[in-house]
């Protein structure tokens, strides 16, 4: 696939090493990709990154809107996106409940924005300042039907920023919500976050449509699979809906349109899968036993690993970047060679699952999981791994 990039606006980048916390680098991240409008609501523990970003916006000539509440906020970004405008949000848990709908609706359009959810603990009102992983698999299957979207996970806030970038980047190539899934670990610790010049910040452009005025038809796939955009007021007529559509975007309700329309939905992602996926992999070529993890686990896996290799057990990693789509073929790999994969989440048991399906029964696949509140005690993943290796 072709992707038309360009620099970063310099007036959108904040450049330097600075002192951030996630919330913040998520907000920077969005202005250095080049994202003009931001509706949001306020909710802890991602906050932070609305106040960054209304106090940041009017610098670079852009819009931020409170809405009244988050079903505002991302019917907002939907307006904004085909508005021709880069569109974020942020969230928690409560508040990307009630986005869901719309994020079914953006799919359905296939208009590109991105969310970060900063997870808290659950379920309902739970642990408004306390961490969580327990939004991962409503990333993935939070809204009805059948569909594809695209998932990260920063670890960092210096990953808060890139993977905001990269966010935007893969939301404008494949015209799909993009989520970033951090963690309120990560979104209020505050690290060294090195913004490089806006010269070398790669940013996506969006797929413009240069064509005929009369003949733009907005749900044309192009040669790569994805169809072009107009920006509304153009002067284009179109239609588009989350009803079931042909090509004009126009509704057509029967089983032989959905077939084509829902499939295109879900063929754009899991055809490019080997382009979208990231992960990062350590010490795993001689190991018996694989930690895998995302988010703040990872960091506090560390120590578990380091501890199992000092006693002799044959520890490696896979730290989880790119959640949704998953790296089915990665895991079957190492299910092959390894004798046990152990998942330390911080939840009841969502990416485990997961994991254990695309080991194929190849070896055993070890839970450690923890309800909420705060991370892991490193010694209980070292535990997990001590069990696995016997």
């Not at 799919?107 to 997870?119: F, H, R």
């Not at 594809?148 to 799909?176: G, K, M, W």
């Not at 349109?257 to 499939?263: A, G, P, R, S």
Request: proline share 6%; with cysteine.
């Amino acid at each position: 696939m072709k992707v038309k990039k360009s620099k970063a606006d310099p007036k959108g980048v904040l450049t330097g090493a600075h002192f951030l916390d996630g919330d913040y680098a998520l907000a920077e991240g969005a202005l250095a990709a080049g994202c003009r409008f931001f509706g949001g609501y306020p909710i802890t523990p991602s906050t932070e990154t609305a106040e960054r970003f209304s106090a940041r916006i009017p610098t670079v000539g852009g819009v931020f809107i409170q809405m009244e509440d988050e079903l505002g906020s991302i019917a907002s970004l939907i307006g904004a996106s085909w508005g021709g405008l880069k569109a974020m949000t942020v969230t928690s848990g409560p508040g990307f409940s009630l986005m869901q709908e719309n994020i079914g609706l953006a799919c359905m359009m296939e208009t590109p924005l991105v969310i970060a959810n900063v997870q808290r603990g659950g379920p309902s009102t739970g642990l408004p300042t306390l961490t969580g992983q327990q939004d991962m698999m409503q990333a993935r299957w939070g809204s009805h039907g059948d569909y594809r979207i695209i998932a990260l996970s920063p670890d960092s806030p210096q990953e808060c920023f890139n993977l905001t970038i990269e966010a935007f980047n893969l939301s404008e190539t494949y015209r799909v919500p993009v989520f970033v899934m951090t963690d309120e670990c990560v979104g209020h610790m505050h690290e060294k976050v090195v913004i490089p010049p806006a010269e070398e910040i790669e940013v996506v452009e969006r797929k413009w449509y240069t064509g005929p005025k009369d003949k733009y038809l907005p749900y044309k796939s192009d040669k790569d699979g994805i169809p072009f955009m107009v920006k509304t007021g153009d002067g284009y007529r179109f239609h588009t809906t989350g009803l079931t559509h042909d090509e004009r975007g126009y509704p057509v309700i029967d089983a032989q349109c959905q077939k084509v329309n829902v499939q295109h939905l879900i063929d754009k992602i899991e055809n490019n899968e080997d382009k979208i996926i990231q992960f990062e992999e350590d010490q795993t070529d001689d190991a018996e036993v694989v930690v895998l993890s995302y988010g703040i686990t990872s960091r506090v896996a560390v120590k578990a690993v380091q501890k199992a290799r000092k006693a002799g057990i044959k520890t490696g990693t896979i730290r989880l970047i790119t959640v949704w789509p998953f790296p089915e073929k990665k895991i079957e790999k190492i299910a092959k060679k390894a004798k046990a994969i152990v998942v330390p989440e911080i939840n009841a048991g969502q990416v485990f699952y997961e994991v254990d399906r695309c080991s194929r029964n190849k070896c055993s696949v070890v839970h450690v999981p923890h309800l909420g509140g705060w991370v892991h005690d490193p010694d209980d993943i070292f535990k997990a791994i001590k069990e696995a290796a016997k």
